[in-house]
């Protein structure tokens, strides 16, 4: 399931959700750098949610540093998981990224990758499996190694679309996955965890007290993937960041004085 057995949990606690996204987007602008300038290019997937969309609003706006400095024309961007919907429907994860940010920043469109989640869900899924396999040329068994892959966490456990009792949690072979969720009567199509593990550097964005009961679960409870898909998320490099507010934190043990926190998970 890893490369290792032990897992260190970085987590940084903001006071509000404004810092915590002021956080995120200096993350991804830092973490963005790093793969630019080892590699000359960054390969990023990214998730939906009101958490993920007030950073992307940051890193598009003409008033803040990171619109200026991304270096927008060798950056890649994928998606971690989609809605089976049309991408102009109000549910969906790319609409929302296209008008908090594609809209705004110079992307050209063959550096976007989305979900063709107007098809099929299976076909979905074996469309975006191809051109995850063409984007980073991959062979055989190859899977894709992503610069960055920021993650939401619902309220039941779940992670990208990897919900609890759910047939995509048990995917090991797969890139990408058609996932039928009963608990939301809808489909999904979702990187599979072991893409995700893959990742040079995987992180968490959660705000808000109603977040506070599950990450306590998640991170420092009995794992229990099954029920807390969320606990998959074990990344081979060793070390998982978490991006958090006072709220959503305030379950957790306390934190420096800088705002950083550390735990330590083995399976």
Known sequence: MRAGRQLQINYYVEPDAAALARRAAKYFYEMAG?????????????SGGSTPKAVFELLADPDQPWRWHMPWDKIDLFWVDERCVPPDDAESNYRMTREALLDRVPLRPEQIH???????????????????RSSFRLDGAGSPRFDLVALGIGDDGHTASLFPHTAAIHERNRLVAANRVPQRDA????????????????????????KSS??????????DPERLPSQLIWPSSGILTLILDKAAASLLPPTDEEGCGVLERER
Do not use: C, M
């Open 187 to 210: 489909w999904r199509v979702t990187l599979t965890w072991p893409v995700i593990n893959h990742a040079r550097s995987v992180f968490f964005l959660a705000a808000g007290q109603e």
């Open 34 to 46: 790093e793969a630019v300038e080892a590699q000359g290019r960054a390969r990023i997937a990214v």
């Open 114 to 132: 989305r979900i063709e989640s107007e098809l099929e869900p299976e076909a979905a899924a074996d469309r975006y499996e191809s051109e995850l």
């Open 214 to 223: 599950i990450l306590k679960e998640v991170l420092t409870g009995p794992l």
